[in-house]
């Protein structure tokens, strides 16, 4: 059965969800499913905005045919060729052999790769700043390479000031009835799917996030409607959600406070985590975040990373390395281009502490903008009365720094 929306008066979300996926990607868990979003604009042509996953290609199409209500269809836009947005477009092709893929360059290049169709005959290249008239509304397009696949472009709708934002804005999380972020509590609900979407998927791309709002800037200010590919459609309070994507993109924490990423083989260092982190609150911090390595997905703790200003990294030795879960989440905050945190170190070792100054090394000569606050802290096998002090200098060393 259809389950449409109405965006604008013109624009329609014919979208669906999954709540069945269980690894996005097939690396993050979507405990909360997702949404592919599809918005077809009717106007004097009619146009759609990219498709959706293979996984709920059938109730899309439902949604198209009944929101075309017999039209046919001219343009579909790809905005992003990622095959959970672009999965029907062959059979899109199949039922409306006229109409036009409007897309880019890079975009065709990626279509032939992915899909086997006869793409020549029906495109229409655009390039940064062209526009397409569909009657009433005026389309212009804006390149986004690398935000965060190279043939990205968003759109912009002069006549109702929409931004088609394909991955940014997105979001992890099935709708649940509701299409706006005001019709949801989002801060409590979706607030932490944004950020583990963004930082996770986008994150790496931050100076190609910004070079993007250079290019909106013009029409930032007038934006009335955001639609991104996943996620709540945005059309109050919309400076909110962009105050968190100038943070993420620019790398800036959100919060003054201290995220302890600690690992654990006999429960020894996760003791020393949890004095540390008595020790500040005692000291009064008020944002203090306790996460276990091994039992934590890294998207949360490099969605954490990005959040907090200050990172404790605690972890035993393991096969004169660090400790492999801790090794993964580094290099995946390195991947993601994580930088500008002040870190502190304690490490472990019952005869040959070793991950100690890998982590240093790791943190100062492979990231960016990593400063080391005070000195790493070793535990041998468990901790000794000169750790508690040592904790004790480390607490108060976070406290100063963090009111800097
Ligand atoms: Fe869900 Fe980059 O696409």
Redesign the pocket.
Known sequence: MYSTKKVTDDLIWVGANDRRLAMFEGVYSVPKGVSYNSYLLRDEKTALFDTVDKAVDRRFLENIIHALDGKKLDYLIVQ?I?P??SAGLCDLIARYPDMKIVCNKKTLGFIQQFHEVDIDSRVHIVGEGDTLSTGKHTLRFFMAPMV??PEVMVTYDATDKILFSA?GF?CFGALNGALFADEVDFSRDYMDEARRYYTN?VGKYGPQVQAVFKKLAPHLDRIKYICP??GLVWRKDIEYILGKYQLWSTYEPEKKGVLIVYGSMYGNTESVAEALAAKLKIQGVKDVLLRDVSNTHVSWLIADSFTYSHIVIACPTYNLHIYPPMAYYLEDMKALNLKNRTCSIIYNGSWAPKCGDLITAFLTDEMTGMTILGEKILITSAATEENVNQLEQLADALVSSLKQ
């Open positions: 992003h990622e959970d947005h965060h696949w991955d997105g998927i590919i996943h």
